[in-house]
């Protein structure tokens, strides 16, 4: 899913690995793809689980862990914004944006921002790759609005920086990890489920109590 690599990083390839080790044999197919066509995928039984951003509100879906993620602008060192301790979506209002596509949930929520703040975006790229988002961001071309990396090492790892987007016209992002209702799985992927929710616990308590000593 381009929406929970956004969100995850290389923090999930990183956990397939520690999980391939303890449970030796298994074979991983991903799928990446937004998240309206991955809760599609996942009701018609061509997913045994997803990560999604936004609300999921599909009737057969149950969602098994979920989080509130504040939204940040990546910007790139050298930018006039790059010193700043937080932004306003009218400090962006100058600059080139790389936004999500129309593909994207969070289209939506993003021209429902830029509407109340009044501002007229300069959008320089639209994608449905969070990846790209990113990396243009880290090159300079443009703003990216992004969500941090679950793995706060990552952080900078490819140049930039993550600015807390304060302004009351902004709401966070709900990351969510998803099954079909009433599906049994099989019991290598009940065990996965478990202990993919448990490292997602591990790191929102870790990020806490992170943000607590910074405070």
Not at 32 to 56: I, R, W
Not at 87 to 108: F, Q, Y
Not at 118 to 125: H, S
Not at 175 to 196: D, G, M, Q
Request: hydrophobic share 40%.
């Amino acid at each position: 899913d381009s929406d929970d690599a956004r969100y995850l990083g290389l923090a999930m390839p990183r956990f397939l690995a520690r999980f391939a080790k303890k449970f030796p044999g298994l074979t991983f197919n991903v799928q990446v793809y937004n998240s309206p066509q991955l809760v599609e995928m996942l009701v018609n039984d061509q997913l045994d689980l997803t990560l999604t951003f936004g609300n999921v509100t599909h009737p057969d879906v149950s969602i098994l862990y979920s989080r509130l993620l504040p939204l940040h602008v990546h910007v790139a060192a050298g930018h006039p914004l790059f010193e700043r301790e937080s932004v306003r979506l009218s400090d962006c209002a100058e600059h080139n944006l790389a936004l999500p596509d129309g593909t994207m949930w969070t289209k939506l929520q993003y021209e429902e921002m830029m509407s109340k703040a009044k501002i007229r975006p300069r959008v320089t790229l639209e994608t449905n790759s969070y990846e790209l988002l990113r990396n243009v961001a880290s090159e300079g071309m443009a703003l990216a609005i992004l969500t941090l990396p679950v793995d706060f090492s990552l952080i900078g790892a490819r140049g930039g920086r993550y600015i807390p987007l304060k302004d009351p016209r902004v709401k966070p992002q709900r990351f969510s990890l998803c099954v079909r209702k009433e599906r049994n799985l099989p019991l290598p992927v009940a065990t996965f489920i478990t202990e993919l929710t448990a490292a997602l616990v591990r790191v929102e308590e870790q990020q806490d109590a992170l943000r607590a000593r910074r405070d």
